[in-house]
């Protein structure tokens, strides 16, 4: 006999008394990582509501970055889950960027027990329903806490750390070096960062 069937819960909005829960965040001051197209400039607070943790209707705008430069990747090549390899023409448009930021910036640590303290679960941080996940967001951006931005885990790669920054950060960051992935002082990074994940490199 096989397990009856579970209903499957839709994952919760924020609760009514959000604004009032005390938000567990951490300071980070290390340097973050972000890939961008070349004619754009690293430092773009999005509002397209294409990414996951966009405001609904645009009415901020968000930085997306990673921990380190493996995570930056791979959160945009590969994003469509399943595809191994990416063009020298993909590349060529887009560059790798180091930011810094001028003071620690104040993130909601969804990594871990952060989740569930805010009445969430993994699936706002990788499940496909962006529209729960922007309205998150904007009770995050809007809490009276005031937080930098969320800290996540890289869906493609939940060892490595991935940030939503929202744009009131905009004024303490800057950047620290801006180099395209074919740039040949680039190589050696790029070859472990292809190596590490199993991609292919495709002329």
Same mark, same amino acid.
């Given at each position: 006999?096989?397990?009856?069937?579970?209903?499957?819960?839709?994952?919760?909005?924020?609760?009514?008394?959000?604004?009032?829960?005390?938000?567990?965040?951490?300071?980070?001051?290390?340097?973050?990582?972000?890939?961008?197209? /070349?004619?754009?400039?690293?430092?773009?607070?999005?509002?397209?509501?294409?990414?996951?943790?966009?405001?609904?209707?645009?009415?901020?705008?968000?930085?997306? /970055?990673?921990?380190?430069?493996?995570?930056?990747?791979?959160?945009?090549?590969?994003?469509?889950?399943?595809?191994?390899?990416?063009?020298?023409?993909?590349?060529?448009?887009?560059?790798?960027?180091?930011?810094?930021?001028?003071?620690? /910036?104040?993130?909601?640590?969804?990594?871990?027990?952060?989740?569930?303290?805010?009445?969430?679960?993994?699936?706002?941080?990788?499940?496909?329903?962006?529209?729960?996940?922007?309205?998150?967001?904007?009770?995050?951006?809007?809490?009276?806490?005031?937080?930098?931005?969320?800290?996540?885990?890289?869906?493609?790669?939940?060892?490595?750390?991935?940030?939503?920054?929202?744009?009131?950060?905009?004024?303490?960051?800057?950047?620290?070096?801006?180099?395209?992935?074919?740039?040949?002082?680039?190589?050696?990074?790029?070859?472990?960062?292809?190596?590490?994940?199993?991609?292919?490199?495709?002329?």
């Amino acid at each position: 006999m096989g397990l009856p069937d579970v209903p499957t819960r839709l994952h919760p909005e924020p609760s009514a008394d959000f604004d009032s829960r005390k938000l567990g965040t951490t300071r980070r001051t290390r340097q973050w990582y972000r890939v961008h197209r /070349v004619p754009r400039g690293p430092l773009f607070f999005g509002k397209s509501g294409g990414n996951r943790f966009d405001a609904p209707a645009g009415e901020f705008g968000v930085l997306y /970055v990673g921990a380190d430069a493996h995570c930056a990747f791979i959160e945009t090549f590969g994003h469509a889950t399943g595809v191994r390899s990416v063009t020298e023409g993909e590349l060529a448009v887009r560059g790798m960027a180091v930011i810094a930021c001028r003071r620690p /910036v104040r993130l909601l640590d969804l990594t871990g027990k952060g989740l569930a303290r805010i009445g969430a679960d993994a699936r706002l941080t990788s499940g496909d329903d962006y529209g729960l996940s922007h309205r998150w967001s904007k009770a995050i951006h809007d809490h009276p806490s005031q937080p930098d931005g969320i800290l996540y885990r890289a869906r493609h790669d939940p060892s490595r750390l991935s940030a939503a920054i929202f744009e009131r950060v905009a004024p303490v960051l800057t950047v620290r070096s801006d180099t395209t992935f074919l740039d040949p002082a680039y190589a050696e990074q790029l070859g472990r960062i292809l190596d590490d994940y199993k991609f292919g490199l495709i002329p």
